[in-house]
């Protein structure tokens, strides 16, 4: 209840939109029930044959006499020296001061309505039948409009709501840890955003649209229903509250089997991601197969979750209409007695003040399907509530994940880097793995430092360290002397350039990829960083529209030596104190590798560079190396003396050597 409750949050704004179609549908609801009610004179003009003005004086006549009736007979039983030693002749003094009291109220009634009717009714029976059915139509067409102008403001909240929401949860992802989208997946997070969101607007349609109107239609019906003869109807519905506590066990069940569904698509989802991503490598090793298998084992795991909540959907409608008919017997029995008999009681239970009529019987059972319309409806409508419901818990679950990234509430001014970048004795573990153990190192400003080591020792966790990707779980990391975890992350990343191995280029033009960087700088500003990083000749002469190219989901219509130059130029623009380059030269070819190293011999120069690399060609652009080896740092030094002392550094420079052999 309270994630859909929190469900609702994002369409307050548009509260008079859903006060606007709540208007509408409680006019549609009137309507329908006014409709309905067109019964009763379309009965007594149509069967009887004659006017509303003679069917109302027949009724003022009969009112009469029936006060004549009981007056007597009230009047006869007071004088009768019996009535206070013989109940039954107080039980019949009380039935008849109640019949004569309804006798009385009936002839006012009848009386107040005989001049409306005289005044602006016709006063032929077929003119009053065709007036009859005007009304019906123009009845009609009015709930079809308003039913119109409800259905489109309905659109209106559900599809804002649904998009505050997704902007709100995607503001939530884009500040969660790294290491979630690690644990989750692509997959499963999309799933969120398509699937369940898709879910929770289908939701908002029915809660805004159908669950709302159809309910008013239902109370319209009920009320005119209860007007006739309440009894009749609290008699009618006596299995109401057992098909709602049925409904309800229901509800709980649908809600976890869509909850599991859902749980079912995001896996599918996190294959499908995975085995296209990696299309080069599922042909490459003619796996085509076994992924179809593991998709195929997916999709079935999907299906029979899906199965199961359609079988319960099964049983909504079904139970609903048993509820329904069973209703609608009860009605039809009693009534008929009712009427058959001239009766006003039932196995000694009073069910009217005056017998009913057969029309008043027949808009009685008119009422009551129309009650079974919407009812059935939403029945219908009950299993999208149930998964929008089990949506929402998936959604609020990720936006309520905590952020343990974040930046202070009152974080310490950082200036431009100047001095130096110190860990202090950290330590870092993913779960029970530990990756870096009490590390210490410092880096002076202006330095290029290379980070080697065997793969697993730790060199992309510890340059992920200092833009606060993660924070170390002991020890610190202290830029100028100040901990980073005291100052603001937007400020800290403003000073740091990123080049990783694989490019992570956006399906936009080149111009826009490398303006990523500082999206106010100007073109030409653009043009200087793209020809500092020996980008801007392919750009002008190999590409097609030059800077205004596309280049495709992740860059892929450009080479891996392109990718990496306009990679490079980003990092250039937005002019970094701090630049990390990781394994930026490892997938290019020789050529692409010449002109990254000439572009970042000059501009290394003012700036703190760490490198992750294996290539040798890379570490001439080091003036010093770090190694380190199952998270420990092993030694630090140039290429020389680390070849004369580190025997791990020795072996990494071996393997690179066999290599390139």
Same mark, same amino acid.
């Given at each position: 209840m309270k994630n859909f409750l929190r469900m609702l949050q994002p369409a307050l704004p548009y509260r008079y939109s859903v006060a606007a179609?709540?208007?509408?549908?409680?006019?549609?609801?009137?309507?329908?029930?006014?409709?309905?009610?067109t019964v009763k004179p379309f009965v007594e003009v149509?069967?009887?044959g004659r006017s509303l003005q003679a069917w109302v004086d027949e009724q003022i006549e009969q009112a009469r006499r029936g006060v004549k009736q009981f007056q007597a007979q009230v009047e006869r039983l007071e004088q009768n020296p019996q009535l206070g030693k013989k109940p039954a002749l107080q039980n019949r003094l009380s039935l008849a001061r109640s019949r004569l009291q309804a006798e009385r109220d009936a002839l006012a009634w009848y009386q107040q309505l005989r001049p409306w009717i005289y005044e602006y009714l016709p006063h032929d029976a077929f003119l009053t039948l065709v007036l009859i059915c005007v009304a019906l139509l123009v009845g009609t067409l009015l709930k079809? %409009?308003?039913?119109?102008?409800q259905e489109v403001l309905v659109a209106r909240v559900a599809l804002r709501a649904a998009i505050d929401l997704r902007q709100r949860l995607f503001r939530k992802v884009l500040q969660l840890d790294l290491g979630l989208f690690s644990n989750e997946g692509c997959g499963e997070l999309m799933s969120r955003f398509t699937f369940d969101m898709e879910a929770i607007t289908r939701g908002y349609h029915v809660l805004f649209g159908k669950?709302?109107?159809?309910?008013?239609?239902?109370?319209?019906?009920?009320?005119?229903?209860?007007?006739?003869?309440?009894?009749?109807?609290?008699l009618s519905l006596l299995l109401a509250p057992v098909a709602v506590l049925l409904l309800g066990r229901l509800g709980k069940l649908l809600r976890r089997a869509n909850r599991r569904a859902m749980e079912r698509m995001s896996a599918l989802y996190g294959l499908l991601e995975e085995a296209l991503q990696s299309i080069k490598i599922v042909k490459a090793f003619t796996m085509e197969e076994h992924e179809q298998r593991r998709f195929e084992q997916s999709n079935q795991d999907y299906y029979h979750r899906a199965l199961k909540i359609a079988r319960y959907e099964a049983l909504t409608r079904p139970l609903m209409e048993t509820a329904g008919i069973g209703t609608i017997v009860v009605a039809l029995l009693a009534g008929a007695y009712l009427v058959l008999n001239q009766e006003t009681h039932l196995l000694g239970i009073p069910i009217t003040d005056r017998p009913l009529e057969l029309s008043s019987l027949l808009l009685f059972y008119g009422l009551l399907t129309g009650v079974s319309d919407p009812a059935r409806k939403l029945s219908d409508l009950f299993s999208r509530i149930?998964?929008?419901?089990?949506?929402? /818990?998936?959604?609020?679950?990720?936006?309520?994940?905590? %952020?343990?990234?974040r930046s202070p509430q009152k974080p310490r001014p950082l200036p431009r880097h100047r001095r130096s970048l110190r860990f202090e004795q950290v330590e870092f573990s993913y779960g029970q793995?530990?990756?870096?153990?009490?590390l210490s190192l410092e880096i002076p400003f202006g330095q290029t430092v290379a980070i080697v080591g065997p793969n697993g020792a730790g060199?992309?966790?510890?340059?992920?360290?200092v833009p606060r990707f993660y924070d170390p779980d002991r020890g610190r990391v202290l830029l100028d002397g100040v901990d980073l975890r005291e100052v603001s992350l937007r400020e800290l990343r403003a000073q740091i350039g990123l080049v990783t191995q694989e490019p992570l280029l956006l399906d936009d033009t080149v111009l826009n990829n490398i303006r990523y960087g500082r999206l106010e700088a100007t073109r030409e500003e653009v043009i200087q960083a793209a020809q500092k990083a020996h980008a801007h000749q392919f750009i002008t002469t190999v590409l097609e529209h030059g800077y205004e190219t596309r280049v495709g989901p992740r860059g892929r219509r450009l080479s891996g030596g392109q990718q990496q130059r306009i990679a490079l130029a980003r990092a250039i623009l937005r002019d970094p104190a701090i630049l990390i380059l990781d394994e930026a030269t490892s997938q290019v070819d020789l050529e692409s590798e010449r002109l990254i190293h000439q572009a970042l011999e000059q501009f290394v120069r003012g700036r703190t560079t760490l490198m992750i690399t294996h290539r040798m060609s890379t570490l001439q652009l080091a003036d010093w190396i770090v190694v380190l080896d199952h998270?420990?740092?092993?030694?630090?030094?140039?290429?020389? /003396?680390?070849?004369?002392?580190?025997?791990?550094y020795r072996r990494l420079y071996d393997a690179q050597l066999r290599r390139s052999a």
């Open positions: 179609a709540a208007g509408c549908a409680l006019l549609v609801g009137l309507l329908w029930g006014a409709n309905i009610a149509a069967f009887g079809g %409009v308003f039913l119109a102008v669950a709302i109107r159809e309910p008013l239609k239902m109370t319209a019906c009920l009320v005119g229903a209860a007007l006739i003869c309440w009894r009749l109807l609290v149930q998964r929008a419901v089990a949506a929402s /818990e998936r959604v609020f679950a990720l936006m309520d994940h905590p %952020v343990s990234i793995r530990i990756v870096l153990e009490r060199k992309s966790t510890l340059v992920n360290l998270g420990r740092l092993v030694a630090t030094g140039t290429h020389e /003396e680390l070849l004369g002392r580190c025997a791990v």
